[in-house]
C-alpha cells in the first residue's frame, strides 16, 4: 500500500517520499512526507512488529503515522480495529494506521489529508480553507459604489486581510446610505498595488463580480443591529449564520 500512497500524495500533494534517516547510501525503510515550505512531517512510515502495536505475534507490519485536528477524534480512531496511538510519536494527536489492508486505502488517504491540513503552514491553511463570506464596508464620500455596477459586473476592490478567490463579499455602504446593497464574488486576489493617503494605505487589491442586488430599505444598519447583531461594520468581517440566511433568500 505503500506505493499506492505515494502516487496518491505526488498526485495531489505533489509531495514525494524523504527519507532523513540514512545509513551510509541506503535509507532505512521509515520514508516521511513533508510540506515543501515550513517542512513538518505530516506521514510518517515504519514496519513494526505486531506485539509493539498489542497485537499477537511477531510479525513486522507497515504502519503509517499521521496527526489529527481533534484529540477526540485520534481517542476514537484508536479504538477501532487497525487503528492504534501514534506509536513512537505519544504526544501531539499523532495516530498509527496498518496498511495491510484492515483500513481501506480510501480511509487511510483521507486521514492523510487530515494529517496534512493539521501541519499546514497558516498561509497554505488559509488558501486551503472553505470559502467563506464577509461583510466589506465601502465609504461613497471616497468612491461612488452606488453605481460602481451601471457598466460593469467586475470591479478592483481593495483587498482585506483574511479573503480569498472564491469568497462572497456583501458591500456595505456606509452613511447616507447605511445599508448591504451588493452580494460578490471574489474572482482574483493579491493584485500589486501601491496607494497611500494619510492613515490610508492600499498594498493589494481583489477583483469582485457582482452577483445580486439588494433594495437599501432591504438590510439596513438598523436591521442588522437590531435582528443580526451587528453593530459595527468598520472593516471586513464574517457574516452572522442568520444574516447568511437571509441574504441568500
Not at 499477537?56 to 496511538?85: R, W
Not at 497611500?196 to 438590510?219: C, E, N
Request: proline share 6%; hydrophobic share 35%.
Amino acid at each position: 500500500m505503500r506505493e499506492k500512497i505515494f502516487e496518491y500524495v505526488k498526485k495531489k500533494y505533489g509531495a514525494e517520499p524523504d527519507y532523513p534517516f540514512k545509513s551510509g547510501r541506503t535509507p532505512i525503510a521509515y520514508p516521511v512526507l513533508r510540506h515543501e515550505d515550513n517542512r513538518k512531517i505530516f506521514a510518517l512510515f515504519m514496519d513494526v512488529s505486531m506485539d509493539k502495536l498489542g497485537l499477537d505475534g511477531t510479525e513486522h507490519v507497515d504502519i503509517i503515522n499521521v496527526k489529527m485536528g481533534d484529540p477526540l477524534l485520534a481517542d476514537m480512531l484508536s479504538q477501532q480495529t487497525g487503528y492504534f496511538h501514534g506509536y513512537h510519536i505519544s504526544r501531539g494527536n499523532w495516530i498509527s494506521i496498518l496498511l495491510d489492508g484492515t483500513v481501506p486505502f480510501e480511509d487511510v488517504c483521507r486521514w492523510i489529508d487530515e494529517s496534512y491540513v493539521v501541519t499546514a503552514s497558516k498561509q497554505k491553511k488559509q488558501k486551503m480553507r472553505p470559502p467563506k463570506e464577509w461583510l466589506v464596508p465601502a465609504n461613497p464620500k471616497y468612491y461612488d459604489i452606488e453605481h460602481a455596477f451601471d457598466e460593469t459586473k467586475e470591479i478592483d476592490w481593495k483587498q482585506g486581510n483574511g479573503i480569498r478567490t472564491g469568497d462572497t463579499v456583501y458591500m456595505y455602504v456606509a452613511s447616507p446610505v447605511s445599508a448591504i446593497l451588493y452580494q460578490c464574488k471574489v474572482t482574483k486576489t493579491d493584485i500589486p498595488y501601491d496607494y497611500r493617503d494619510g492613515s490610508l494605505a492600499i498594498t493589494a487589491l481583489m477583483k469582485i463580480r457582482l452577483q445580486k442586488r439588494y433594495k437599501p430599505t432591504k438590510f439596513t444598519f438598523d436591521k442588522l443591529k437590531d435582528e443580526y447583531d451587528v453593530f459595527a461594520i468598520r472593516g471586513p468581517r464574517g457574516v452572522p449564520h442568520s444574516l447568511s440566511e437571509a441574504l441568500k433568500k
